[in-house]
């Protein structure tokens, strides 16, 4: 952080961040496939919106990651200030399982039960920006 210039400090942040899920919900559009026992085949009962979906299973709750970054403090009045900051953070963790519980690859309709859907592969990154507004007293 940098000396009083006119009422403001600068500073910059490097470091790093441990965040734990809370709460996941999401919206998808599927394509749902059940087994015929009297074809003895996969078949697809159509498109399906599933609302308020929480795949639990397929989800990491945890991550790591890096924060980076610049902001100011004005001094408002002896030792209550207002900051400004802009943070980068990296999640360092896949946030999936590397392979789906729920979802499956692209396959053909009745196909037969001898040969298994094969579990879809995922993955995803937490990636962001944050801006922070407070202050301090």
Same mark, same amino acid.
């Given at each position: 952080?940098?000396?009083?210039?006119?009422?403001?400090r600068y500073y910059g942040v490097f470091g790093g961040d441990i965040a734990i899920q809370t709460k996941f919900r999401c919206t998808d559009e599927l394509t749902e496939l059940k087994f015929n026992t009297s074809s003895g085949l996969y078949e697809s009962s159509g498109d399906v919106t599933v609302s308020d979906m929480r795949p639990t299973g397929d989800l990491i709750p945890f991550n790591v990651g890096l924060n980076v970054g610049l902001g100011f403090e004005y001094n408002l009045s002896g030792?209550? *200030?207002?900051?400004?900051g802009f943070n980068y953070c990296r999640g360092f963790i896949n946030q999936y399982q590397p392979t789906s519980e729920i979802m499956v690859d $692209?396959?053909?309709t009745n196909m037969n039960m001898g040969?298994?859907? *094969?579990?879809?592969? $995922?993955?995803?990154?937490?990636?962001?920006? $944050?801006?922070?507004?407070?202050?301090?007293?």
């Open positions: 952080m940098t000396k009083d210039i006119s009422g403001f030792s209550t *200030s207002l900051f400004v $692209q396959i053909k040969t298994k859907p *094969s579990r879809s592969k $995922q993955s995803a990154m937490s990636d962001g920006v $944050q801006i922070n507004i407070g202050m301090l007293f």
